[in-house]
């Protein structure tokens, strides 16, 4: 039986209310209960312009799942701070590929990002961070997300609403992330990180989902 499009627009509810209740009380299961939820909805209700390359969505959102795992139980352990970009930057990878498999780069971004976010790790990141393996691993993720941005730009889905709805997403998680290196490694922006690092975060991953399930 067909589902009914009121009723697939309508499951986006379920990971907002799931970010809402972690917002307003935080509790970790209802934090991984967001990515977990998109992912099956994305698995299950993914729009036909996209259903072969959705698990690709699916992966991505497993590989943060973990990523995020390491990087909020680190305990000072740097090693964990890189396992947990490294596996955002697979995430990134999926995301990408996503992108490319329906669509492709939009040059004109990529340079413009490319612009503002290697100066600002050659000047103000790389002299903060006195590891070597985490600087390297610090510029490679800033790369993958410049590159994923602009293939995010340049996708093709249904509806010109659905693809900046996806574009938001990914700028989201690129956002966020930019939150997290200023906070961390410069000690700066503590209020913007306290008050928009989760949201945004949350956000992604809904914004995501919708743009390849609703019906718009």
């Not at 959705?54 to 959102?61: I, P």
């Not at 497993?62 to 955002?88: E, Q």
């Not at 990878?93 to 490319?114: H, P, V």
């Amino acid at each position: 039986m067909k589902t009914p499009k009121l009723l697939l627009n309508g499951l986006i509810l379920i990971p907002i209310v799931c970010a809402i209740f972690a917002l307003t009380g935080y509790r970790y299961f209802l934090h991984v209960a967001i990515p977990v939820v998109c992912g099956l909805l994305i698995g299950c209700f993914a729009n036909k312009d996209v259903d072969r390359s959705r698990w690709l969505l699916v992966a991505a959102l497993a590989f943060s799942i973990v990523g995020d795992w390491f990087l909020k139980h680190r305990n000072d352990d740097d090693m964990r701070f890189v396992y947990g970009i490294a596996l955002f930057f697979i995430a990134h990878i999926c995301y990408l590929a996503f992108c490319l498999k329906n669509g492709n780069i939009r040059l004109l971004l990529l340079f413009i990002l490319l612009a503002g976010y290697l100066p600002f790790f050659i000047f103000r990141l790389m002299p903060a961070i006195s590891d070597s393996v985490l600087q390297m691993a610090v510029l490679a993720y800033m790369l993958i997300s410049c590159v994923s941005l602009a293939a995010a730009q340049g996708l093709r889905l249904s509806t010109m609403f659905a693809r900046w709805l996806f574009f938001a997403g990914i700028a989201c998680i690129v956002f966020s992330d930019t939150l997290i290196a200023v906070y961390e490694f410069l000690n700066e922006g503590k209020w913007l990180y306290d008050h928009l690092m989760t949201p945004t975060y949350y956000a992604a991953h809904i914004l995501i989902t919708y743009a390849v399930t609703a019906r718009i």
